[in-house]
């Protein structure tokens, strides 16, 4: 008996791992891991913030959940196989880390390479968690009135393996004083000089507050990436400032900021001694020569360390003016001017989301950027909120226009409209749209994508409608309830005007790819095209694997849309499960019977 035990015992050492556990448990006062009904408690080492650690013996295949001021966890939590310390955990929130579908690249030429892979802050599988420590009184004045001044705070990034802390950063409100600002603010802060996270000390988190779906920005992101142009990366985040929840944000780049250049131009090459001008561009700049040169470019605002003033647009701006379309050696030559094929393939977005307040209908929303090395121009976009049927100033027979309708209905996008007179430029540009709509923008891709999303966010945005916003400006009194509708269908602000969500997404995304595939004649992809997946993991709890599954038609079809939308909208469960692309896919296709 006594080797049996000894034998037991044995066989229990060897299976038994010291592993350190690690969460984030705002508003925590007591914290335990939970393993086999016997509690370890964990600590946190910065009074500022609640990020508990603690080591303990957990067996192979042994499931550990943490407790909260007394309250456990519903759920059962396991480590990843090979793993010594968990991921950080955040309370409560069930998938640490995901495994999102990808979207794929269908552009065949070269994708811009200088960013390199996506950081941990990018990493949209895990959502990371930022607390702000500041001066309880000048957080409370900034929160309050919303002043220009900046303060001094503490930054604390939490990612999916690591902890950053900043001292001494810069932090206040973006555009402070808008009339149109919404209470939930959008923050920006930078860190001390000589310092970076991810070779970024600038960032921005925007309120996504006119989107009720919290989703539009983010997803028009992720397509300029997949497609491979050089553009800001975005990611949710949870913002706690003096440990109060704030909500969940989009963290992005700022564009007209030198962090941007520095990440995405020279995140893989050196950069040179003096970085390039750079520029914010508001509303009218177009890069049209008469009509810019006449006000001195103004409508291009410098960044205060720009080595070069608003008259150096008038460089590139000469160039297209003088610029002969029929001749395909000028227009090649040209290209060393102006990086023109990242620019098609912003534009060919633009036009695919409907971006209203972009550079195609309102030139507005732009920036641009001149690289010392080759001297040569680059195109910015920013800010993708106004997209995907939201807010879009026109009437709902807009989707089914042309893209062949815009140079005459917006001729004061010169660049693009000038350029599209080339017949091998509009080759290009023709073919970046069908092959960009026949494999990714169109119901099957694109809803494998949004409604793992969706399903990912559903905590988040359930925790973010129930906070009361503390600052002056719109509130739209969107709810958890259409946050799940407006993936479908239209929804009402409770204010109306600005933000009312006319289109649901994913109707947009069917009804303007239809438009496309009939104008071309294109087949479009009915089941989910997946790009490569470089943060795959086979133990994460959540995955969405494309298959080969047909979609169903007909009644079939619409009997599919109906039980899931009813199933969604009942849902106020905050566990992630696993969604297949089949599902999804089926999901959207029955919508094409709507539009």
Not at 257 to 267: E, H, K, R, T
Not at 322 to 329: E, F, M, P, R
Request: aromatic share 12%.
């Amino acid at each position: 008996m006594k080797t049996l035990l000894s034998l037991a015992s044995l066989a229990l050492a060897v299976n038994a791992a010291t592993v350190t556990f690690r969460v984030v448990a705002p508003e925590a006062t007591n914290v335990q891991v939970s393993i086999g009904g016997q509690s370890t408690t964990l600590n946190a080492s910065d009074p500022d913030v609640p990020y508990y650690t603690g080591s303990a013996n957990l067996d192979a295949n042994v499931s550990y959940k943490y407790v909260v001021n007394g309250q456990a966890e519903s759920f059962d939590r396991t480590l990843d196989s090979g793993r010594t310390q968990t991921m950080n955990d955040f309370y409560g929130r069930e998938v640490t880390y995901a495994n999102l579908p990808t979207l794929p690249n269908p552009i065949k030429g070269d994708s811009w390479t200088r960013m390199g892979t996506k950081t941990p802050a990018f990493d949209d599988n895990y959502f990371p968690t930022i607390f702000i420590t500041g001066d309880d009184a000048q957080v409370q004045n900034l929160v309050a009135n919303v002043p220009a001044q900046k303060i001094p705070v503490k930054y604390t990034f939490i990612g999916p393996d690591e902890v950053k802390v900043f001292e001494n950063c810069s932090f206040g409100v973006h555009h402070p004083g808008g009339k149109k600002n919404e209470a939930k603010q959008t923050w920006e802060w930078s860190l001390p000089e000589g310092q970076s996270l991810y070779g970024r000390n600038w960032m921005k988190a925007r309120n996504m507050e006119q989107d009720p779906t919290q989703m539009r920005e983010k997803l028009y992101a992720d397509i300029l990436y997949a497609i491979g142009a050089y553009s800001n990366q975005a990611n949710y985040v949870r913002i706690y400032i003096n440990k109060d929840g704030y909500g969940t944000f989009n963290l992005v780049d700022d564009v007209i900021q030198y962090s941007f250049i520095d990440a995405v131009f020279y995140g893989t090459v050196t950069p040179p001694t003096q970085l390039g001008p750079l520029y914010d561009g508001s509303t009218g700049a177009s890069f049209d020569y008469d009509e810019e040169s006449a006000n001195g470019f103004t409508s291009f605002i410098p960044n205060p360390d720009s080595p070069k003033d608003s008259s150096a647009l008038a460089g590139p701006s000469l160039a297209l003016k003088n610029l002969d379309v029929t001749n395909d050696a000028a227009v090649q030559n040209f290209t060393k001017t102006f990086d023109v094929d990242d620019f098609l393939r912003f534009m060919v977005i633009e036009y695919l989301t409907g971006s209203w307040d972009a550079y195609w209908m309102m030139q507005s929303n732009d920036g641009a950027y001149q690289d010392p090395a080759d001297q040569r121009w680059y195109y910015l976009p920013q800010d993708f909120d106004g997209t995907f049927g939201l807010s879009i100033p026109a009437d709902m027979d807009f989707v089914n226009k042309s893209y062949t309708t815009y140079p005459t209905t917006y001729p004061t996008a010169t660049m693009i409209n000038k350029l599209l007179q080339n017949p091998t430029i509009k080759t290009t540009f023709e073919t970046y749209l069908k092959d960009i709509t026949t494999t990714l923008f169109n119901n099957a891709t694109l809803a494998n994508r949004v409604l793992a999303v969706q399903e990912r966010l559903k905590p988040e945005v359930a925790w973010d409608r129930n906070i009361t916003q503390r600052s002056p400006g719109v509130n739209f009194h969107w709810t958890y309830q259409q946050f799940l509708d407006n993936v479908w269908e239209p929804v009402n602000s409770a204010v109306g005007g600005d933000g009312a969500g006319q289109w649901g997404l994913l109707g947009w995304v069917v009804a303007r790819s239809d438009v496309v595939a009939k104008e071309f004649g294109l087949t479009l992809a009915t089941t989910p095209v997946d790009g490569s997946k470089p943060n795959v993991n086979a133990n994460s709890s959540i995955a969405v694997q494309a298959s080969a599954t047909s979609v169903p038609t007909g009644s079939q079809g619409a009997q599919v849309v109906n039980a899931a939308m009813s199933a969604g909208r009942s849902s106020t469960s905050n566990t992630a499960f696993v969604i297949s692309s089949t599902i999804a896919a089926t999901l959207v296709a029955a919508l094409l019977m709507e539009f």
